[in-house]
Nanobody, 124 residues
């Protein structure tokens, strides 16, 4: 599976952005999809995940209520809708695909495939 993330940019606090993650291959619906983010000098941080088609969604506490993960299996694409953005959301955002068990869904090492990352910068 190859992943291509897009949609990042420079926005002001309080704004919205939607990230997209386009996946190659016919098995997209079989994978969980996740979003992680990383800032310089820090480990990759879990943001949100959607278990395989029809499954549950999960969010980091820091984004719950502001971010929404979704997927369109007909387009092999996952999305991360980010509302009420804060300067603390500034990071490179990565999409991931894989089959992590539920208890490990926040562990970046449990995901198999990664996109190249897209920069999100939120100014105050």
């Amino acid at each position: 599976v190859q992943l291509q993330a897009s949609g990042g940019g420079l926005v002001q606090a309080g704004s919205s952005l939607r990230l997209s993650c386009a996946a190659s291959g016919r098995t997209f619906a079989r994978y969980a999809m996740g979003w992680f983010r990383q800032t310089p000098g820090k480990e990759r941080e879990f943001v949100a995940a959607s278990r395989k088609s029809g499954g549950s969604t999960h969010y980091a506490d820091s984004v719950k209520g502001r971010f929404t993960i979704s997927r369109d299996n007909t387009k092999n694409t996952a999305y991360l809708q980010m509302n009420s953005l804060e300067p603390e959301d500034t990071a490179v955002y990565y999409c991931a695909a894989g089959s992590p068990i539920l208890s490990q869904i926040r562990n970046s090492q449990m995901w198999d495939y990664w996109g190249q990352g897209t920069q999100v910068t939120v100014s105050s």
